[in-house]
C-alpha cells in the first residue's frame, strides 16, 4: 500500500511540474518598438522585435493591428495582415526564447499579442 502511495504522489508531483512547464499565454509574448533613426517617405522608421518568453514554442502567433499603416507594406512572411489582426512569420514556430522581427515605417503603432498555439510537442 505504501508503495503504490509512494509512486501515485510521485506520479501526482511531476504531472504538476510538467503541466506549469508548458502554460504559454499571449502575455508570454513581449513586444517592443525603437525607432531606427531612419526615415522613409518623410515618416520614421520602426522596428519591432516579438520575443517568445515562454518555455515551450508557440506557433500561429496573432498580433491585434487593426488601423495599422504603414508607408510600404511588411513583408507579408513577417507579418500578414488578416483583417484587424496580422498572423506573425508566417504562422511558424517561435521557439522558445525566440525573437521575431520586422521593421515599417509610418506613425508609432501599438502592436498587442492577441492569440497564439503551444506547439504540441512541448504539451506532452
Known sequence: ?????????????LSMVTQGQCRCTVSDLQIGAVRTG???AGQPEWKVTVVNTCNCPQKQVILSCGGFAPVNPVKPWLLRPQGNTCLLI???VLLAGATAEFAYAGQPYIFRSARSRVKLSCMN
Open 1 to 13: 500500500m505504501t508503495f503504490s502511495l509512494k509512486y501515485f504522489v510521485m506520479f501526482l508531483l
Open 38 to 40: 531612419r526615415q522613409i
Open 90 to 92: 508566417n504562422g511558424e
